[in-house]
């Protein structure tokens, strides 16, 4: 083929192209670039499952965190109350514990909180203690610190949280106390209040009032969404007799 050819068939080309007749490139026919719709699923697919995975994963870490806050404010609350414990003698001062008559019908005096004793200034022993509870609806307002009065919730820029013109006390927590009598050689034995050794072969009785007593102090917390408190943290000590 002469040049003259070679002319001929590039003009012949460029018509055709002007045309839309130009010839088709080998190998058949060719589709338009672009997803499949399998490829397009397969797509959403896997990235569906990376962002559950990151929810997943945020929502742990929102879990620990609340749960480590929780914990820290547990574990305050019961060392503000077992402060407040500190100087209480284990049975009251004036009255004691005893029993009142005798044999059969003899009845324990003295363990538990005493006549006229309404206000958590009016506690001032152990046994008063017993099974009381410090939040809403509670025995007590509170939680309560280690002075007595009550703590009170702070809204998010650190200011007292008001309801209406209240302030309003830390929200969902409560402090409860168990009081118990205790074995002397088993601490790990609680004996009923009202439990006491007569003297045999020797031995010399041990009173009612004679017993160490095992303190508990639990914190509990109870979210707006949850149908009961929970508890958080707990702390438990013996007291000597």
Sequence with gaps: MDSSDLLRSAETDRLRARSGTAPKPPGGPRHRAGFSLLETSMSLVILGVGVLAFVEAQQSFVDANSWSTHAATGTFLCNELREFTRRFPRHDRVTGLFFQGSGASAVLTGWGRETGEVAVSDLDDLDDLDGLRFGVDGDFAGPINAFGDVIFDLDANGNPDMDEES??????????????????????????????????????ARNVDRFPLRVTIIAEYQGPYDAEAREISRVSWIVPP
């Design 167 to 204: 302030r309003v006390p830390l929200r969902g927590w409560f402090q409860q106390i168990i009081v118990e009598k205790v074995d002397p050689s088993d601490n790990a034995t609680v004996r009923a209040d009202n439990y006491w050794v007569p003297a045999v072969g020797g031995v010399p």
